[in-house]
């Protein structure tokens, strides 16, 4: 596991719960911020800028643009109606109209309610400057000029999955975890060869099983703390447990990525019921015991918790699936385990995504600040 996180697809952090979760999961976490994008962050994210070097930003680089760019290209230009018709911008705006929400700030991009923006310009750009010409000849974009820069607006899925591979080839590069607090983002990374059935998103489509030649390795396991009336919790009393528990956490992290390594080793070798049986067997006698004693560690700082729910994701290779009879996924809640399992085939679409040249992010994380959300319930939805 990582000790940094790449947190995706959003540039802002939607939920202070979540910073305050990720705070005792990682060392550092990361975020794709251009240098001249506007100072919207709240006053916690402000103050762990200010006093603590948990929080980085990051720019992509070139050739990161420049490979998204010929990946979503290829799929624009081959003419498929589904997608040229689904994510026109213009439809998003007149469906929004009157009904949206205004923006809370000005500028142009309030003349297109409905739409998501990406940073367009040459200051720290998200988008290339020829996908951003491509996307506007077919309709499936408009570009507005603030004064931070121009942006392209548009439709929220075509963003989402965009952003998504951007997190993709920049984790890649720097050797990060990609993390979200989206079930449906987590789905979508690391799927660079399935970005046209994505964006398809054919909601009657069955489940992959024949023909397939890949799968993602998911689990996910009650593997993370999570203090009770988290929104209560003081910040400075989590930065002191991160200090004085540093040596601790920092193990358990190893620990965390310890088991993906193994799942990707065994799978291929022995199977997936045998990778399913041996997760079982580390959860017991490892991973739920370190869990408990960081819980009580927190309890000495005043801080009721529990284990939390934590998703991992894993590209298997062919050889893994190949002949394999794929295990249903865990009833998470009634195992008592603590851990749900699934082997999700996939068939890389007809648009490759020249698996020669991007380098394939292998591990990425779920960590959601949502009560309601189980192992069972996160499972069904990785296997769409």
């Not at 596991?1 to 990361?30: C, G």
């Not at 990525?257 to 990707?264: D, I, P, Y």
């Not at 067997?281 to 927190?298: F, I, Q």
């Amino acid at each position: 596991m990582s000790q940094i996180a790449l947190y995706y697809p959003w540039m802002r952090f939607r939920n202070e719960n979540w910073l305050k979760l990720a705070l005792l999961t990682w060392d550092h976490v990361a975020r794709i911020r251009p240098r001249s994008a506007s100072d919207t962050d709240s006053d916690a994210v402000a103050r762990l800028r200010a006093e603590t070097d948990f929080l980085h930003d990051v720019e992509p680089v070139r050739e990161d643009l420049r490979r998204l760019t010929n990946i979503f290209g290829d799929i624009i230009t081959s003419g498929e109606p589904q997608i040229l018709q689904r994510y026109r911008w213009r439809a998003v705006v007149d469906s929004a109209g009157a009904a949206a929400t205004p923006r809370k700030t000005g500028g142009p991009r309030r003349a297109f309610p409905g739409l998501a923006w990406v940073h367009a310009g040459t200051d720290g750009p998200k988008a290339h400057l020829a996908l951003s010409r491509l996307l506007e000849e077919e309709g499936l974009a408009v570009t507005v000029e603030e004064a931070t820069g121009p942006y392209l607006g548009m439709h929220p899925r075509l963003a989402d999955l965009y952003l998504t591979a951007l997190a993709d080839v920049v984790a890649a590069r720097q050797r990060v975890s990609p993390v979200t607090d989206d079930p449906r983002a987590h789905a979508a990374v690391g799927t660079l060869d399935r970005l046209y059935d994505l964006l398809v998103d054919d909601p009657e489509a069955a489940p992959v099983s024949d023909g397939a030649r890949h799968a993602y390795l998911h689990f996910a396991a009650h593997a993370a703390l999570r203090p009770e009336r988290l929104r209560d919790v003081p910040l400075p009393t989590l930065l002191a447990f991160r200090e004085r528990h540093a040596g601790d956490l920092r193990a358990f992290r190893d620990h965390i990525g310890s088991l993906s390594k193994e799942m990707a080793g065994v799978a291929p070798a022995e199977g997936p019921e045998a990778a399913r049986r041996l997760l079982r067997d580390v959860y017991r006698s490892t991973t739920k015991p370190r869990v408990e004693e960081l819980c009580r560690a927190l309890g000495d700082f005043g801080i009721d918790a529990g284990p939390g729910l934590l998703g991992i994701k894993v590209d298997l290779p062919a050889a893994a699936i190949a002949g394999a009879a794929l295990p249903e996924a865990d009833d998470f809640a009634g195992t008592g385990t603590g851990f749900a399992f699934a082997v999700v085939p996939y068939v890389a679409d007809r648009m490759r995504a020249r698996r020669t040249t991007i380098q394939e992010t292998p591990v990425s994380y779920l960590l959601t600040a949502d009560r309601k959300l189980t192992g069972k319930s996160l499972l069904a939805m990785m296997r769409r």
